[in-house]
């Protein structure tokens, strides 16, 4: 059964810095995976997909990176902004594509 | 629609009655989810479609839980007799296809009582 892990649970950053969200998957067999944004209360907002075929996707200070064979995902935010503060979910599809897998998610605090 | 939406935004109801939440996917999309996300979880799959057709229902939990999208389009989730454990926020997302990127609505927050 495919398990997703987010590490860390929270963070806390001051302003400008850059940081790494990490993601582990057990089930290398996967379609895809997908990086949200969710704010308190909100539905999940997308960020970034990468396909199996993928190595990385970027969208502006955004770099998702994936390393299917050792089973893990990085988020990398650069130049952090007090807007950034939200939880960041991790997702990988299962080998059909039909549904996603979700961690907990990483729950990112950054201060002014 | 711009985005996916989902009505009622938040529902209560008492013990044993029956449900049904709404989704209206982004126009085109052909794929169609549900999922339920308890507080601090992640969204836990619930059931899939390829146009009028649920591909995939292994995630919903028990026969008191059941989806339609009778024209390829807008679905209705469906749950009997709730029960307490029923309460959580239900997700509903669409894509183009089933192996595109996801796009989540807002949610509809069910409590029961």
């Known amino acids: 059964k495919q398990e997703v892990t987010q590490i860390p649970a929270a963070l806390s950053v001051p302003e400008g810095e850059n940081l790494v969200l990490n993601c582990s998957f057990t089930d290398s067999a996967i379609y895809n995976l997908q990086w949200f944004r969710q704010d308190p209360g909100k539905g999940l907002t997308s960020l970034l997909l990468?396909?199996?075929?993928?190595r990385e996707q970027t969208s502006g200070r955004l770099n998702a990176s994936l390393d299917k064979s050792s089973g893990r995902s990085t988020l990398y935010i650069a130049a952090s902004q007090p807007g950034d503060s939200a939880t960041y979910l991790c997702?990988?599809?299962?080998?059909?594509?039909?549904?996603?897998?979700f961690g907990k998610g990483t729950t990112l605090s950054v201060s002014s | 629609g711009a985005g996916v939406s989902q009505t009622p935004s938040n529902k209560v109801t008492e013990k044993g009655k029956y449900v049904e939440l709404r989704c209206d996917p982004i126009s085109g999309h052909t794929a169609l989810y549900w999922y339920r996300q308890s507080l601090g979880q992640g969204p836990e799959f619930l059931i899939y479609?390829?146009?009028?057709?649920?591909?995939?229902d292994s995630g919903l939990p028990n026969d008191r839980f059941f989806a339609v999208r009778p024209e390829g389009s807008v679905s209705t989730l469906k749950i009997q007799r709730t029960e307490r454990g029923d309460s959580a926020v239900y997700l509903c997302?669409?894509?183009?296809?089933?192996?595109?990127?996801?796009?989540f609505g807002p949610g509809t927050r069910l409590t029961v009582l």
């Open positions: 997702a990988v599809s299962n080998q059909a594509g039909t549904a996603l897998i």
């Open positions: 990468i396909q199996s075929s993928q």
């Open positions: 997302a669409s894509s183009l296809n089933q192996d595109n990127e996801q796009f």
């Open positions: 479609f390829q146009g009028t057709g649920a591909a995939d």
